[in-house]
Nanobody
């Protein structure tokens, strides 16, 4: 089991920037990849970005490309999501997730079922 704690959320103005952090603890040696998902009020949870621990390969949803950057600190077991040029539609609860299994096919990185452990989430609100 992996414990995940997100932090860094808050209220920002449109066009601003914010960095989210996800600290992993527990059986982190079993982790293959880490993903960020978000869920806005009244909407389903959607994939944002993911990264593998071993190679650092990154994956992004179309909504995140060019604005968000996912990175990791292997020594500290922390994954970051740098968010720039924020828009009101980015408002959501952001969750990090840890997956033990490899992404045998690229589409798997964006599926909730590819992840085993989830954090409690951190709220991001972007005002217009």
């Amino acid at each position: 089991q992996v414990q995940l704690v997100e932090s860094g959320g808050g209220l920002v103005q449109a066009g601003g920037s914010l960095r989210l952090s996800c600290a992993a603890s527990g059986r982190t040696f079993s982790n293959y990849g880490m993903g960020w998902f978000r869920q806005a009020p009244g909407k389903e949870r959607e994939f944002v970005a993911a990264i593998t621990w071993s190679t650092g390969k990154t994956y992004y949803a179309d909504s995140a490309k060019g604005r968000f950057t996912i990175s990791r600190d292997n020594a500290k077991n922390i994954v970051y999501l740098q968010m720039n040029s924020l828009k009101p539609e980015d408002t959501a609860v952001y969750y990090c997730a840890a997956g033990r299994r490899r992404y045998y096919m690229d589409y798997l990185v964006g599926l909730e079922t590819s992840y085993d452990d989830w954090g409690q989430g951190t709220q991001l609100t972007v005002s217009s």
